[in-house]
Nanobody
Framework: QVRVVESGGGLVQPGGSLRLSCAASGSIARILTMGWYRQAPGEGRELVAAITNGGSTNYADSVKGRFTVSRDNAKNTVYLQMNTLKFEDTAVYYC?????????WGQGTQVTVSS
């Protein structure tokens, strides 16, 4: 069983920064892709950013130039550096790990952008 745990959420003012971390543990076979998704109240879950084990990245248009996803394969950890945060970035942020035979989601961490 694969377990994914997020950390680093919180309350930040518009224009501020936060760094989220996500660590995968357990019976991990090779993790292919790790990604960040978010879900705002009343909205569906959307992809924010993802990174493959080879380092290829993919970002939602709304966060390009502001967010950076990175990964430490040795630690099975993925990070999301969020800069220039906006009110509309407020959401629960979820981490996902994809392997050949599994997909594992974390419980989510709340990010609130408010003045």
């Amino acid at each position: 069983q694969v377990r994914v745990v997020e950390s680093g959420g919180g309350l930040v003012q518009p224009g501020g920064s936060l760094r989220l971390s996500c660590a995968a543990s357990g019976s991990i076979a090779r993790i292919l892709t790790m990604g960040w998704y978010r879900q705002a109240p009343g909205e569906g879950r959307e992809l924010v950013a993802a990174i493959t084990n080879g380092g290829s990245t993919n970002y939602a248009d709304s966060v390009k130039g502001r967010f950076t996803v990175s990964r430490d394969n040795a630690k099975n950890t993925v990070y999301l550096q969020m800069n220039t945060l906006k009110f509309e970035d407020t959401a629960v942020y979820y981490c996902k790990a994809d392997g050949l035979t599994y997909t594992a989601w974390g419980q989510g961490t709340q990010v609130t952008v408010s003045s």
